[in-house]
């Protein structure tokens, strides 16, 4: 038997549905883990987000964040309530800081449909099996205006975008080296860039860098879409597609499509990753027009667990991890196989409880 290898995770349950979704998840992680037998997770829980922040002043202590770069992966749930805002109206979102602090440059949003769940919007059947990754660059682009918007005399609004190029060559590596492990394994190897570079001189820039990195790269097919187009494609025909990678608006808003893909918010999870540390959390927000109902569906942040083991697995060299992230998948997939599984937000009855005794029970 191989030796038990034991991982440090921050757990951020944040506000809303989070603290609904979290203790499932890490029961499901656990079970995965046990099951698979040489490996085990040691969880730290961390207050942080919009409630904290009504309570104490601060989103996330310094403290905290030290615990999160700390440790060996980061689960989140979800942060900010629309009710809660800084003095300058904006949302509190210490997620955002933890991906620009920790520099996790490479949000991962893969966009992979659960065979049998009914209520998935494109009835080709296609579209019953379709594995597209969106990567969103998570550190800058116009998100890094936030906080530095210049109002002049109530008259005129000014944000700024930010495209550098260190963040560009780590993201556009990532892409493609994702597009040649996935080319490996039978998909079609197309690395697209998605950008509206004939409007914008960011985005020209963001696309020279992206012609540059895939050079390196000649078994690839990299191509780039405007934004506009390939938010019709994601629609139209999403399985033409296979790493996506796009600056981080418009990567927050096509990840959003990706999600109605899947058949709902609750069913996309994430992974936001740098070169040290890494996030997982599902697309979702706090949605707090159900929170304390148990209706949220926890799928997306089951996944978001299988997601994070199956980074322990490759960057911690640990076979268990993988594993575990295996059996999470399947056992989501085999929950919803035969389509009685119905979630509240596909016009069912099942919230989620009845959904993590459904995914705990394939384990
Ligand atoms: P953010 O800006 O923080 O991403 P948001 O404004 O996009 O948040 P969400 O909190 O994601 O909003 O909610 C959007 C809608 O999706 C809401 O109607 C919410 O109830 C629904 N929703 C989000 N997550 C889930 C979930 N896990 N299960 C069911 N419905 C969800």
Redesign the pocket.
Request: glycine share 16%; proline share 13%.
């Given at each position: 038997m191989p030796e038990t290898q034991t991982f440090s995770i921050a757990v951020l349950a944040g506000d809303?549905?989070g603290p609904e979704?979290t203790p499932p998840c890490i029961e499901i992680i656990n079970s995965a883990c046990q099951k698979v037998g040489n490996v085990s997770l040691e969880y730290e829980h961390i207050d942080a987000g919009a409630a904290y922040y009504q309570k104490t002043g601060e989103s996330i202590p310094e403290a905290s964040l030290e615990k999160c770069r700390k440790a060996d992966a980061i689960l989140l749930a979800?942060?900010?309530l629309p009710s809660i805002r800084y003095p300058n109206g904006t949302?509190i979102?210490p997620q955002l800081e933890l991906r620009e602090l920790l520099g996790l440059y490479a949000g991962v949003r893969p966009i992979k449909t659960i065979p049998g769940l009914p209520g998935k919007p494109l009835a080709d059947p296609r579209a019953e099996t379709l594995d597209v990754v969106l990567i969103r660059e998570s550190t800058e682009g116009l998100f890094a205006g936030r906080g530095h918007t210049k109002i002049e005399n109530d008259e005129k609004a000014i944000d700024t975008m930010t495209i550098t190029r260190p963040v560009c060559e780590r993201l556009f590596d990532f892409a493609f080296k994702l597009g040649s492990e996935r080319k490996a394994k039978g998909k079609s190897g197309r690395v697209s860039c998605i950008d509206k570079a004939n409007v914008l001189g960011g985005f020209a820039f963001f696309r020279k860098i992206f012609d540059e990195r895939a050079q390196a790269f000649p078994g690839l097919t990299a191509d780039h879409v405007y934004v506009d187009a390939a938010g019709l494609n994601l629609v139209k025909r999403p399985w033409d597609f296979d790493v996506m990678v796009t600056e981080n608006m418009f990567g927050d808003i096509l990840s959003?499509v990706g999600a109605a893909l899947m058949g709902?918010?609750?069913f996309a999870p994430s992974a936001d990753i740098g070169d040290e540390n890494a996030v997982f959390q599902?697309?979702?927000?706090?949605?707090?027009?159900?929170a304390g109902q148990l209706?949220?569906?926890?799928t997306?942040?089951f996944l978001s667990g299988a997601m994070m083991l199956d980074w322990l697995g490759s960057t911690k060299g640990s076979e268990g991890c993988r594993q575990a992230a295996a059996l999470i998948e399947q056992a989501v997939n085999a929950a919803f196989a035969d389509g009685g599984l119905i979630?509240?937000?596909l016009g069912g009855n099942a919230g989620t409880k009845e959904i993590s005794e459904a995914v705990i029970a394939n384990i």
């Open positions: 809303g549905i979704i979800a942060m900010g949302e979102a959003d709902g918010m609750g599902p697309c979702h927000g706090s949605a707090p027009d159900i209706k949220a569906n926890p997306a942040m979630p509240y937000e």
